[in-house]
């Protein structure tokens, strides 16, 4: 199981996540566990790999939310970067941009 230290040294803002869980530790991590598993995640790579970018932003949207409220900046940041440029409908690589985001999630998803 993961611990407080270990998400800091992944750049979690975990200050500011304990204090959206009323600095429940225990009530955190169950969060972090369930944001991590978020079916959001598959449904982005699903829309990326076929190109579908309305479906893409939504679930970008989504989970910009989710991971913002559990303060996983590290994912946080790039998926809403990602999720302003969908919204716009800028043209770019998106399949790439999301790699990076996708693999660290399984980091932390299996550290929980």
């Known amino acids: 199981m993961i611990t407080i230290e270990q998400l800091q040294d992944f ?4 200050k500011e996540g304990l204090t959206r869980c009323m600095n429940n530790q225990t009530f955190y991590f169950k969060m972090l ?3 991590l598993n978020n079916d ?10 076929a190109n579908k970018m309305d479906e893409a932003f939504e679930a970008a949207h989504a989970l910009k ?7 996983l900046t ?7 970067e990602m999720t302003e440029m969908l919204r716009a409908k800028k043209s770019a690589d998106y399949v790439s ?16």
């Not at 939310?65 to 303060?71: D, E, R, S, T």
């Not at 941009?97 to 929980?112: C, G, K, S, T, V």
Request: no cysteine.
């Open 97 to 112: 941009m999301y790699q990076p985001i996708l693999e660290l999630r399984n980091q932390l998803a299996e550290l929980m």
């Open 40 to 49: 959001q995640f598959e449904k982005l790579d699903k829309a990326l790999a």
């Open 11 to 14: 750049g979690v803002d975990t």
């Open 33 to 35: 566990k369930m944001g």
């Open 74 to 80: 590290p994912l946080y940041n790039p998926l809403a």
């Open 65 to 71: 939310g989710v991971l913002g409220n559990l303060a």
